[in-house]
């Protein structure tokens, strides 16, 4: 290493701290603290100042920590403290050298945390590691990108390799990426909004005709209520608070409902005013419905059949009868539905009381405009899909769909997620797209669907799939049942990694291993036409610039789009009418040929430079049109279901600290849950504690329950009391993901069922600590 990191932490889990939980508030002066700290320290003054500075700035480039959009009048501090650990992280002018490879293994580096390997600093030039070795070692990009081609070339069909996204890469270079798949001739597109978003995706796509939130920014401002479902913002879209706070402010009403009580939805100290960093802060929730684990289908079925029930008492003053009749259909059948619906299954399902049910029935029969947000806490269900049907459902119920104030608002997770999968990057993209590509480029894109994440795992463990190519992302680490996908990973012929920094993904490979850095969105990108700029798409649809900032922090760095022009030059080369060279020394003629193939993009190249970006059009949102095969709004009914537990066990959700970016763990505290230098904790009620006869600071084993015959274990975690619902239990992914059968997915969308695992506590054989106080 050229740089050595001082501030590797050294951690023992065995002495987490847990004091001071949950919080009640977030954000304030800590927020201002802990965002500024790590980035001054690590990068120093003047880099710090470049990049936070340039954060979210019209000029300056997109945060890669959230998909949260701007604010047309933006703030000097555009950023949340979550969003300068990103920068920081990414920015960090610490670097890998080359003779790191030759002092560490593989299988050295395999022992790592993912922590360990993060702050190991920027990776800095191509690594290659040939079949039966255990060093990577250092080669020129035209070798390693001959290496991937011969293997390519050499497969007997295109199926036989899939090539992975994460949600950060560009615009430009996702549309070049899955153009590249396409003309080597398969659909083989997985992404992490298969472990993400997916099952949104699915439920709007067939309910609303488009997958994406039907409302902008500016609807947050002009709601009567907004219900955050599922949804950790305080940590995961830190600036969401602001917004939430500027429509309290405008009169808005706003419900957490959630099984345990985060601290950025109970009470919010804006960092930017005065009274949130001396005040009390504003009170966010006005009610907090702490619901069981997968419990939500049952409370919006029950939400749903209370205003049926009002309507029926006077009729013709509740729903939104002119919009119904217009726009919707089914609503006939979900009436019909919902007449049998038994209150005692609902109040078993959603572990609440009748009348707390009641009140949110009221708060939503009250308001005019209703937003619904939501996030992991929904999709990453078994009934996800079903359960976000039901949103849309109790939002057309009163015309809550395409007038101002008002919508259906997943908040996607990756910073571009959204546009990648506007660019293609889809396993199942319809024909019209396919169609429009290969008219663009002389050439006939495979129709047959791919695969998507968790398949690929399988075809991998199952030899059908022998090489796989990221862009970005750490697989192996955030999809579910960790050694099945460990096995399946090794299982494979070559591995090629396009990555920023190290992580598991290096060192869990297939026989050959490719590692390419890459430029970050922090850097400047400079090509032989000049300074180039990337665009991205954010949760509500608007599409806008991002400008690199700072000297790349190696002058070797390839940016994505050179990376993947390269690789398609060598693989695929004239095969299709594509000019490889020329996007790369100019990203505009991308954006050409995005104007031709991409619905919505017209005239991108002078759109994009305008200040404000541009929004995309969105049926729903714009026009109540719905692209649905009756051209109308479908109302469905769905069967309610809920994960039943049977005694001594419990229900485990997956969820983020505040220390981390999904599979990236920037440090070991959760501050707002109160836990300090550890990340190997279990949360669960007291209640539940009692009942089954532990107690907080015990440690013990989490076993998964799954009908497959695998043991699936998490050792010596220790017990946190912790005021979650009750039967329930929370641990922190990635770590959690070894109790997440493969086979454990969310009917329809596949997503992993990373939020409802069944699992049974045993006090740990090891290391049976002193029950502490805290508690
Ligand atoms: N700082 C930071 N920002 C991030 C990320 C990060 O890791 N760190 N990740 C990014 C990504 S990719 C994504 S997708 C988003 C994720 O953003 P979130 O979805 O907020 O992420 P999670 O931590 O998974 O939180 C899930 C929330 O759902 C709740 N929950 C769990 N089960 C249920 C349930 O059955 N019903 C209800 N109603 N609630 C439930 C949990 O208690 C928790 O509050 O954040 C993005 N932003
Ligand atoms: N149990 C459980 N599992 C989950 C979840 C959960 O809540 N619980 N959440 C799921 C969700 S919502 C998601 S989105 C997935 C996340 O899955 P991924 O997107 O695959 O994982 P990340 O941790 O976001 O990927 C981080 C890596 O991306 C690379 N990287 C960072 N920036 C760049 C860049 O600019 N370019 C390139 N090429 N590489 C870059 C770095 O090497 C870094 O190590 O995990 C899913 N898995
Ligand atoms: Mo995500």
Redesign the pocket.
Known sequence: MTDKNPRVEEVDEKDVEVKDHPKKWAAGIPGVYHSMKPAIEHMGLERSRKTLLALNQKDGFDCM??AWPDPDHRKTFEFCE?GAKAVTWEATPVVIGSEFWAEHSVSELRGQTEYWLGMQGRLTEPVYKPAGEDHYRPVSWDEAFTIIADKLKGLDSPDKAAFYTS?RTSNEAAFLYQLFVRAYGTNNLPD?SNM??ESSGWAMGQTIGIGKASITYADFAKADLIIV?????G???PRMLTALEEAKEAGAQIVA????P?AGLMRYKNPQKVKGIIGRGTELADQFVQ?R????MALLQAVSKRVLDAEAKNPGTVLDHDFLQKHCQGLEELKEHLATLDENVVLQATGLRSEEIDELAGRYLKADKVIITW????TQ?KKAVATIKEIINLLLLRGNIGKPGAGASPI???SN?QGDRTMGVWEQMPPAFLDALGEEFSFEPPREHGVDSVETIRRMRDGGIKVFVAVGGNLVAAISDTNAAEAAMENTEMTVQVSTKLNRSHTVTGKEALILPTLGRTEIDLQESGEQFVSVEDTVCAIHASYGKVDPVAPQLLSEVAIISRLAAKVVGDRIRADWAGYERNYDLIRDHISHVVVGFDDYNTRIRQRDGFLLPHGPRDSRTFNTPTGKAMITVNELEYLERPDKTLIL?S??SHD???TTIYGHNDRYRGIKKGRHVVFVSPEDLAELGLSDGQYVDVHGIYADGVERVLRNFRLVSYPTARGCA?AY?PEANVLVPLESVAEGSHTPVS??VLVRLEPAAELAAEPSAAG
Do not use: W
């Open positions: 920590s959230c979550n949600g992490c993400c978003h479902m599922g949804q950790n913002p940590t995961n879209h409902i959630n099984p345990l985060e619901i684990i997968g419990g939500d996030a992991m806490g929904l269900q996607r997770g990756h997620v959700q969820m983020r981390q970016f999904n929370a992914y939020k409802g």
